[in-house]
Nanobody, 119 residues
Framework: QVQLVESGGGLVHSGESLRLSCAAS????????MGWYRQGPGQQRELVAT???????IYADSVKGRFTLSRDNAKNTVHLQMSSLKPEDTAVYYC?????????????WGQGTRVTVSS
């Protein structure tokens, strides 16, 4: 298991930046994947960015070039630096970790942090 604690959401204006952080209760190296998803009003949860096994980083097309995912291994923390924010980035952002348990990939989620981008 893993517990995820998120921080950094808030209200910003279009074009501004914001950084989200997610601290895991165990070593990042023990996780299959760790990253961020989001769910906008009336929308399904979607991938924003994630580190996967093998040190691969995946970004949603809608955030490429604007968002950067990084990690602090010593603090078991990942950061999502969001720049040039747009109103369509408004959503609840969820930290996600995936762990292989009994040969099954299991998802763990943070409580969510709200990001609101005003035009």
């Amino acid at each position: 298991q893993v517990q995820l604690v998120e921080s950094g959401g808030g209200l910003v204006h279009s074009g501004e930046s914001l950084r989200l952080s997610c601290a895991a209760s165990r070593s990042i190296f023990s996780l299959y994947a760790m990253g961020w998803y989001r769910q906008g009003p009336g929308q399904q949860r979607e991938l924003v960015a994630t580190f996967t096994a093998g040190d691969t980083t995946i970004y949603a097309d809608s955030v490429k070039g604007r968002f950067t995912l990084s990690r602090d291994n010593a603090k078991n923390t990942v950061h999502l630096q969001m720049s040039s924010l747009k109103p369509e980035d408004t959503a609840v952002y969820y930290c996600n970790a995936q762990i292989v348990e009994s040969r099954t990939l299991r998802d763990y989620w943070g409580q969510g942090t709200r990001v609101t981008v005003s035009s």
